[in-house]
C-alpha cells in the first residue's frame, strides 16, 4: 500500500504561481512512476504530468511550458505551476504507480483544489 497527500492548492488570479507537493509513505519501493492528474468540474480525470524513473517525465500539452514536475526524494513530488490560467481549475491528484509490481497499481491522494480566476 502507498499512501498519497497532497498540499499547497489555493485561490489565486490568473498569471499567478502555485506549487502542489505530494508526501508519499508506506511501499514507495514498488513506485517506478509519479505523477499529478487533475479533475474539473464536470471533465474526466486528465494527466497533467509525470516523472518517472530515472527523471523522465512528460507533460500535457496543456502545460507544457508553463508546469514542472520534480522529484527531490523517493517521498516527495512536487509541481510548480506557473502563468496560471483560468482553465486550469481543477482538483489536483497526486498518483504513485507501481509498475515494479505484478498486477500494477495506481495509488490516488485526496485531491487538492486549485482555483484560478480571470
Known amino acids: 500500500q502507498v499512501q498519497l497527500v497532497e498540499s499547497g492548492g489555493g485561490l489565486l488570479q490568473a498569471g499567478g504561481s502555485l506549487r502542489l507537493s505530494c508526501s508519499a509513505s508506506?511501499?514507495?519501493?514498488?513506485?517506478?512512476?509519479m505523477g499529478w492528474y487533475r479533475q474539473a468540474q464536470g471533465k474526466e480525470r486528465e494527466l497533467v504530468a509525470r516523472?518517472?524513473?530515472?527523471?523522465?517525465t512528460n507533460y500535457a500539452d496543456s502545460v507544457r511550458g508553463r508546469f514542472t514536475i520534480s522529484r527531490d526524494s523517493a517521498k516527495m513530488v512536487y509541481l510548480q505551476m506557473n502563468s496560471l490560467k483560468a482553465e486550469d481549475t481543477a482538483v489536483y491528484y497526486c498518483?504513485?504507480?507501481?509498475?515494479?509490481?505484478?498486477?500494477?497499481?495506481?495509488?490516488w491522494g485526496q485531491g487538492t483544489q486549485v482555483t484560478v480566476s480571470s
Open positions: 516523472i518517472a524513473s530515472g527523471g523522465i
Open positions: 498518483n504513485a504507480h507501481t509498475g515494479l509490481t505484478w498486477p500494477p497499481r495506481d495509488y
Open positions: 508506506g511501499s514507495i519501493f514498488n513506485v517506478n512512476a
